[in-house]
C-alpha cells in the first residue's frame, strides 16, 4: 500500500510560483502513474498533471498547461508540481494521486491559495 504525503501548498500572490511535491512512502513507487488534481471549493475535483511511471510521458489540463511542470524522482519515491504565473483560479486543494491496474490511491491534499 503506498501512502502519499504533498507539501509545499500556501498563500502566494497572483503571478508568484509554488513547487508542491508529493512523497510516497512505498518502494515500489516506479510502478505507478503519478498525478496532481484539485479541487476547488464547490467545483469537482479536476485533472491538473499526470505522468508515467518512467517520467518520459506528461500530460496537462489546458488550464494549467504552460504554466507548471510536473516531474518525478523514482529514486527519491517523490512527485513534485511547479507552478508559475499562478492566477486566483488556481486556489484549490491539490491533491497527489498514485494509480496503477487496481490501485487508486490518493493523498491528504495540500492547501494553494492565490491572491489577486
Known amino acids: 500500500q503506498v501512502h502519499l504525503v504533498e507539501s509545499g501548498g500556501g498563500l502566494v500572490q497572483a503571478g508568484g510560483s509554488l513547487r508542491l511535491s508529493c512523497a510516497a512512502s512505498e518502494i515500489m513507487f516506479t510502478i505507478y502513474r503519478m498525478g496532481w488534481y484539485r479541487q476547488a471549493p464547490g467545483k469537482q475535483r479536476e485533472l491538473v498533471a499526470t505522468?508515467?511511471?518512467?517520467?518520459?510521458?506528461?500530460n496537462y489540463a489546458d488550464s494549467v498547461k504552460g504554466r507548471s511542470t510536473i516531474s518525478r524522482d523514482n529514486a527519491k519515491n517523490t512527485v513534485y508540481l511547479q507552478m508559475n504565473s499562478l492566477k486566483p483560479e488556481d486556489t484549490a486543494v491539490y491533491y497527489c494521486?498514485?494509480?496503477?491496474?487496481?490501485?487508486?490511491?490518493w493523498g491528504q491534499g495540500t492547501q494553494v491559495f492565490v491572491s489577486s
Open positions: 494521486n498514485a494509480w496503477s491496474t487496481g490501485q487508486d490511491i
Open positions: 505522468i508515467s511511471k518512467g517520467g518520459r510521458s506528461t
